[in-house]
């Protein structure tokens, strides 16, 4: 499962900052719905596209593990979405209209 959290940034911003490190668990398991009973379990990469260069860039996800029954959360930053490689400020761009953008022109296939 995954989780969403607002990251007041880009992922460049999170790359360089090792934000990942930085990542607190949920206050609750989503499964079990206890206080408390995340623990860190590691990390795993994922890949994103570059506003200006177009390259994938990786970055990396944090996960938890509930103590109690096992089950994982990974918590993924606001700036992309869950299986995708397409960052969200550029699929923003798209559905606004803003085709003559270079990021949104890149991806429109």
Not at 10 to 26: F, H, L, N, R
Not at 37 to 65: K, N, P
Not at 74 to 98: C, H, I, W
Request: hydrophobic residues 40%; positive net charge; glycine residues 8%.
């Amino acid at each position: 499962m995954q989780i969403i959290f607002q990251f007041a940034g880009d992922p460049e911003s999170y790359i360089a900052g090792d934000c990942q490190t930085k990542v607190a668990p949920p206050k609750r398991c989503p499964h079990c719905g206890r206080k408390k009973c995340m623990q860190a379990l590691g990390y795993y990469d994922r890949g994103i596209s570059a506003a200006v260069s177009g390259e994938i860039l990786t970055f990396w996800i944090r996960g938890f593990l509930c103590a109690r029954f096992g089950f994982t959360v990974s918590m993924l930053p606001d700036f992309a979405q869950p299986y995708r490689l397409v960052r969200n400020s550029t699929v923003q761009k798209a559905f606004s209209g803003e085709c003559p953008d270079i990021d949104v022109i890149r991806w429109n296939h």
